[in-house]
C-alpha cells in the first residue's frame, strides 16, 4: 500500500486544496526505502531497517539504493 501527501494550487487565486492523507502505518504495511537526493549511509539504513523489521513492518531495500554518480545518488 502507498501513502502520499499532497499539496496543490490551481492558478492564480485558487483555493489551496486540503492535504490528501492516508491512514497510519500498521505493524504488517511495507515501507520502500528511497534516496532521492544522495546515497545514503549503508549501516544507517541497516539499522533503521532492523529497527522497522522489529516493530513489526516489511521493509523493502532496492538493489541500486547505494549506487553513487559523483556526490549523488545512482
Known amino acids: 500500500m502507498l501513502y502520499v501527501v499532497v ?3 490551481l492558478g492564480a487565486g485558487a483555493e489551496p486544496l486540503k492535504p490528501l492523507r ?5 505493524p504488517g504495511d511495507t515501507i520502500f526505502v528511497v ?3 544522495r546515497t545514503p549511509d549503508e549501516a544507517r539504513i541497516s539499522r533503521a531497517k532492523a529497527r522497522l523489521v522489529e516493530l ?4 523493502v531495500i532496492p538493489t541500486n ?5 559523483g556526490y549523488l545518488a545512482g
Request: net charge positive; aromatic share 16%.
Open 35 to 37: 534516496a532521492p537526493a
Open 56 to 59: 513489526g513492518f516489511n521493509v
Open 22 to 26: 492516508g491512514r497510519a502505518l500498521r
Open 65 to 69: 539504493l547505494f549506487r553513487k554518480n
Open 7 to 9: 499539496f496543490c494550487k
